[in-house]
């Protein structure tokens, strides 16, 4: 498993993100994965919150149905400083992919699509992953001049 950005239930917050629609036949199967991934196999609650749209147009919030980490779950890490965060981060993986990609790909994201959004937490994650990268990713060469 790895170490993967989580929603932590706080009433007075606010989480940026993508809210996917599905219909029809899709529901059932979305349903049934997610249940799945998130909350038997992931120690997620889920909840139905408000979700705004940036949409000008848009007049009111849709529902959009979260998974909120439960601390019981056994993948859980809690609280941890940027630096053991990225740390760990470095040496996860999942069935998805590897987390440094996870991690880069999320800021990115959040920096071109909720520029309004300032996640120092996760923009701090990613510092100290990056400066840590160089350190593990070496060639014959630079083991040569050292």
Not at 14 to 38: D, F, H, K, P
Not at 120 to 128: N, V
């Given at each position: ?39 038997v196999l992931g120690g997620y609650d889920t909840k139905l919150v408000k979700f705004h ?54 800021a990115d994201f959040m920096r071109y699509f909720c520029p309004q959004a300032e996640d ?27």
């Open positions: 498993p790895g170490r993967v950005v989580t929603l932590l239930e706080d009433c007075g917050a606010c989480t940026w993100g993508v809210a996917y629609e599905v219909r029809g036949e899709q529901i059932a199967a979305s349903l049934e994965y997610l249940n799945m991934r998130e909350a749209p940036q949409e000008k147009d848009a007049e009111e919030p849709i529902l959009a149905l979260v998974y909120i980490a439960t601390p019981q779950n056994p993948s859980y890490l809690g609280p941890a400083s940027e630096e053991d965060i990225a740390a760990q981060i470095i040496v996860s993986s999942g069935c998805a992919g590897h987390n440094i990609e996870y991690l880069l790909r999320l120092k937490h996760l923009f701090s994650i990613e510092e100290a992953l990056i400066s840590i990268l160089p350190c593990l990713y070496y060639t014959e060469e630079s083991l040569e001049e050292t």
